[in-house]
């Protein structure tokens, strides 16, 4: 049957509408709301391909889902076209340009990916799917061991500080709620995640808007693409930490392990992750060029998720709307103090709909938070980080900002007994400087006792919140009075970026690339896996490989 496209954007779907059809997920079922847009019989689409789907609830609560799709239809059929919907005779052309680029002539065998993150697993991938054999090496432990080694460590409360929340196969991100947007806008996005759909992430992030894997998904989808890159001839070393680079002749020629061992290849890539200190100062010390560069911290906010619910959507998923048509809201908060109110911005950060606190730490004695959430989301807690931006010396080297991180980290793990039990602190006690009544129930599984958060953060960061979390309480009602102070929270970002060679993006020491989070680049599971795609590519092709829209 000959067949044309249809270019749909902004069609709206009601909730209401859909909420007692016998179905999983309206996405798939879009037939009747695409034919009446274009009045068409329903029999004359053929089908569709989503492009986005977005949820509108400035009308709460009648919210509704929309979409932009492509939908191909009969040649003959009468496509009504009105703004927003364009017929068009060829199909728009498919971007295979990661997996067909222009290759140098002399690609690196068997160069070193140090860091099993997103941003090193990309690398890797990009770099394996064009025959380079690369090695990854990573501290932590495959998936499946990092998982047995975090339920140890919830039942023990002793910290492994090379298998534990950041360090390990998929890095940072692999127990958390596995949020997949950014405001990096690079063209590359399409590549990331069909490789991630290709290792079984759920196949409707490809045209969701802010779409979420979660926490149980995302270990197997870090161990398919492990496979994706062995079957194509790339291969994973555990349990090896690298403490240096080897240098000769003024270039990168390999790395050298925590046992002594070193290990020698044309190309080093390290993606490190923010928590990689010890690395990170032994590349800084060796005169790898780099700044200090603003980070920010703070701590958790947790609620009752139906205190997120009612103020996003104004309505209850579960008792208003069918939970599998409408999941738990989600915020993305941000506040600009007027000049007088002498207060830095404050966002809200990795936010988890349904969610859990954990402690994203590696070191003992030291004790920061963030949060995860399984796919479904459905615990009955939201919760997220509020982070403010953090003056640094421009004039420094970063070490000042690792050491302040340091210094609260240690005081957070003290003011929690010293087992790593959470300090918190009631957000209405923590506007007044009191220690408040004891606190609810947390998710955090560790525990949580009452503690003075505005005595463990900076002043300036104290300022901030308060005044952040008076605004927010406008947005979403009970915000402030209803909400849970939990943290520290202070793994974030670098307080350093390395420099890169404009031409090869290369660090200053020739042979050696800086990936991701730790190096400065990237703040997310997406962003950092975009900067591995973006270096991988530049060392295939011999050009650099800039950020496209
Ligand atoms: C709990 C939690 C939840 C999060 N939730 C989200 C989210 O929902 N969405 C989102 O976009 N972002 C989220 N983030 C942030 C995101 O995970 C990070 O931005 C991202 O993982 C950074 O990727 P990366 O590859 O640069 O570094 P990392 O993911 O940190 O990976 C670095 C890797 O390097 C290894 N490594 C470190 N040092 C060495 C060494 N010396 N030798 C060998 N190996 C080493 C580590 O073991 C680790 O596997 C979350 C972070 C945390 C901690």
Redesign the pocket.
Known sequence: MSTRFVDIEALEVPLKAVAKLPIQSIDHHLEPWIARACRIPESDVVRYLIDRRSLDARGKPDLRFVYNLRAEVREDSPVNEVPGISVRTTPPPLDHSLATLPLAESLPLHPII???????QMAAYLLALHGCKPLV????RDADTRTADLEKFHTTRDLDPESN????EG???T?????LYTRVKDRRMRFLLEAFVAARAPRHILWRHHPHIGSDILPHMCKHLRKQIEQWGGSFRWQ???QDVVVENGRCSGIELTNGERISAPLVLI???H??R??ITTLMRRGVEHKAKGFQLGCRIEHDQRVIDMGQYGCLPGRDLPKHLLGAAEYNLVSRPPPHAKADHVTTF?MCPGGEI?A?TSDRGQLST???SRYARASSFANAGLIVNQAVEREGDGMAGFDLIERLERAAFAAGGGDYTCPAQGATAFMRSEDGPAVGSSSYRLGVRPGRIDRILPPATVTALREALKFFDRVIPGFLTKGTLVGVET?ISSPVRFERNPETLASSLPGLYLA???AGY?????S?GLDGLRLAETILTGKPALRER
């Open positions: 140090v860091g099993a993150g997103p941003a090193g090496i990573d501290r932590g929340y950041l360090f390990g890095g940072a991100g127990y958390s709620d596995g949020k090896a930490a690298v993606a490190p992750g928590s990689a010890d690395l990795c954990i994203a963030n949060g995860m793994r991701g989070e730790g990237a703040g997310g599971i997406v950092a």
